[in-house]
């Protein structure tokens, strides 16, 4: 891990990290001519890329109805007792979550308010091919249902040995979440041709609203790319973890939090900030002898070798600006006062508090949602959430009183922007209330100086309280 060490007084700069934050251009030109071949071709081209990239020739890519609901059966009791217990905490946290339509009115009697309708149809994707990532099915099919939509779509790789061997090409575990989660179509698709599916829709794989979920690089490079004519979550990267951490912290303990991450991927970003020099060396001691035990031992090391990072400052208040820098995915506060800390804490996608609260426990049975924001965009952005799952239209209801209350200022903004017609629109409703509906009659406008109507001139008293 490289070290930056600050000086007293000095704090940490964006520009001192090795972040990226960009997809190659060749990576965004490739799923660029997946996507427009989909949505030329349809079924073809996505059996096509299927044949190529997963090495699988599949019939139909919708899985049978009855291998979902025989996804529990001859499961291991203990993994099953896992899941649902995951389920029904994340469904718990997300249930917390959702919000009501709701409607005010003022004294005139004008009702203002927001209606909340949940989207149609939901594509969730879900990384596969060899690996298998139940947890990444409930977060993301689990708020959608919270949030009311009727029709959660799962698009996964399938597992090119299962098809060989003529049996479910996706993960039992993978299905089992999905069966628990309540997911009602799964299609065995990855890669940005199913970005594309989704987005747009073929033959057989219907177009969906929104598309959530984590995937590699053309998967996030699909989600940018179509995004705009579909709703996505965010463009994910690599993982990442901040552990803050004083001198009361386990080093061994801090080690293996680091390596939680690394062993995700090569290019995971694994940051420790820290006012304690002696610690940070403590922890990549530790690190060593851990790590020389790990199954994914390559992995692991080269993310802390090439994307791992140790800040050093001079003192607390430095500390926890650095990590507002860095505004990590996962960022764990590893103090003696952690809660006291957290209200200093502006930038996190999600928040560890306490040497009890490892990070692992929010990828899996916690509750808050595991999608998160990455590369630093935890400074604007949010977790995946029921919010994401739902649509919100605002409600205007004016009565005849509001109307007149309002209208003045109104017309006086238009005017402001030279937008004659809005205020005309308005001038018309208000002049039905002065001078009756005849005053607005056609044949009379023709007569009337309608620029002295929309823009009438109205003291700032009238204005203010209305006509």
Same mark, same amino acid.
């Given at each position: 891990?490289k070290?930056?060490?600050?000086a007293?007084?000095e704090?940490?700069?964006?520009?001192?990290?090795?972040?990226?934050?960009?997809?190659p251009?060749?990576?965004?030109?490739?799923?660029?001519?997946?996507i427009?071949?989909?949505?030329?071709?349809?079924?073809a081209?996505?059996?096509?890329?299927?044949?190529?990239?997963?090495?699988?020739?599949?019939?139909?890519?919708?899985?049978?109805?009855?291998?979902?609901?025989?996804?529990?059966?001859?499961?291991?009791?203990?993994?099953?007792?896992?899941?649902?217990?995951?389920?029904?905490?994340?469904?718990?946290?997300?249930?917390?979550?959702?919000?009501?339509?709701?409607?005010?009115?003022r !004294?005139?009697g004008?009702?203002?308010?927001?209606?909340?309708?949940?989207?149609?149809?939901a594509?969730?994707?879900?990384?596969?091919?060899?690996?298998?990532?139940?947890?990444t099915?409930?977060?993301?099919?689990?708020?959608?249902?919270?949030?009311?939509?009727?029709?959660?779509?799962m698009?996964?790789?399938?597992?090119?040995?299962?098809?060989e061997?003529?049996?479910?090409?996706?993960?039992p575990y993978?299905?089992?979440?999905?069966?628990v989660?309540g997911?009602?179509?799964?299609?065995?698709?990855?890669?940005?041709?199913?970005?594309?599916?989704?987005?747009?829709?073929?033959e057989?794989?219907?177009?969906?609203?929104?598309?959530t979920?984590?995937?590699?690089?053309?998967?996030?490079?699909a989600?940018?790319?179509v995004?705009?004519?579909v709703?996505?979550?965010m463009?994910?990267?690599?993982s990442?973890?901040?552990?803050?951490?004083?001198?009361?912290?386990?080093p061994?303990?801090?080690?293996?939090?680091?390596?939680?991450?690394?062993?995700h991927?090569?290019?995971?970003?694994?940051?420790?900030?820290?006012c304690?020099?002696?610690?940070?060396?403590?922890v990549?001691?530790?690190?060593?002898?851990l790590?020389?035990?790990?199954?994914?031992?390559?992995?692991?090391?080269?993310?802390?070798d090439?994307?791992?990072?140790?800040?050093?400052?001079?003192?607390?208040?430095?500390?926890?600006?650095?990590?507002?820098?860095?505004?990590?995915?996962?960022?764990?506060?590893?103090?003696?006062?952690?809660?006291?800390?957290?209200?200093?804490?502006?930038?996190?996608?999600?928040?560890?508090?306490?040497?009890?609260?490892?990070?692992?426990?929010?990828?899996?049975?916690?509750?808050?949602?595991?999608?998160?924001?990455?590369?630093g965009?935890?400074a604007?952005?949010?977790p995946?959430?029921?919010?994401?799952?739902?649509?919100?239209?605002?409600?205007i209801?004016?009565?005849?009183?509001?109307?007149?209350?309002?209208?003045?200022?109104?017309q006086?903004?238009?005017?402001?922007?030279?937008l004659?017609?809005?205020?005309?629109s308005?001038?018309?409703?208000?002049?039905?209330?002065?001078?009756?509906?005849?005053?607005?009659?056609?044949?009379?406008?023709?007569?009337?100086?309608?620029?002295?109507?929309?823009? !009438?001139?109205? !003291?700032?008293?009238?204005?203010?309280a209305?006509?």
């Open positions: 891990m070290t930056i060490t600050l007293a007084g704090l940490l700069d964006a520009s001192m990290l090795t972040r990226e934050g960009v997809l251009a060749d990576t965004t030109q490739a799923a660029q001519r997946i427009d071949a989909v949505r030329s071709e349809g079924d081209a996505v059996r096509r890329y299927c044949s190529e990239f997963d090495g699988v020739d599949l019939a139909s890519f919708r899985l049978p109805q009855e291998q979902i609901d025989a996804a529990l059966e001859g499961l291991d009791p203990a993994f099953l007792a896992a899941l649902e217990k995951a389920a029904a905490q994340i469904r718990d946290f997300h249930e917390r979550e959702a919000q009501q339509s709701w409607f005010t009115t !004294p005139d004008t009702m203002l308010g927001v209606k909340v309708t949940p989207l149609a149809a594509g969730i994707y879900v990384p596969g091919g060899r690996a298998q990532y139940p947890s099915v409930l977060m993301n099919a689990i708020p959608a249902k919270v949030a009311g939509v009727e029709r959660v779509i698009v996964t790789p399938p597992q090119r040995d299962a098809v061997a003529g049996t479910c090409p996706i993960s993978t299905l089992a979440a999905a069966k989660s997911v009602d179509e799964i299609y065995t698709v990855g890669g940005a041709q199913a970005v594309a599916a989704l987005a747009y829709g073929t057989s794989i219907p177009r969906v609203g929104k598309i979920g984590p995937g590699n690089a053309y998967v996030a490079a989600k940018r790319l995004s705009g004519d709703g996505i979550d463009v994910a990267g690599p990442e973890v901040c552990v803050l951490a004083d001198a009361t912290a386990h061994a303990v801090v080690a293996a939090d680091l390596m939680a991450q690394a062993e991927d090569p290019l995971a970003a694994c940051y420790l900030v820290t304690d020099a002696a610690f940070a060396a403590e990549e001691r530790a690190i060593g002898v790590v020389a035990q790990s199954p994914r031992a390559d992995i692991t090391r080269a993310s802390l090439n994307e791992g990072t140790i800040i050093i400052a001079a003192d607390m208040d430095a500390a926890v600006e650095a990590v507002n820098t860095i505004a990590p995915e996962h960022l764990e506060l590893h103090c003696a006062d952690a809660l006291g800390l957290l209200g200093a804490i502006r930038n996190a996608g999600a928040i560890f508090v306490g040497a009890w609260s490892t990070e692992p426990l929010g990828d899996y049975v916690a509750g808050p949602n595991h999608t998160l924001p990455t590369g965009t935890a604007f952005s949010n995946l959430s029921v919010d994401d799952f739902v649509k919100k239209s605002s409600v209801c004016y009565t005849p009183a509001g109307l007149l209350k309002d209208a003045p200022a109104t006086r903004l238009a005017h402001a922007e030279g004659w017609a809005h205020a005309l308005t001038a018309l409703r208000r002049r039905v209330l002065e001078r009756g509906e005849d005053a607005v009659a056609t044949d009379a406008l023709a007569a009337v100086d309608l620029t002295a109507v929309a823009w !009438p001139d109205d !003291p700032a008293e009238t204005v203010a209305g006509a």
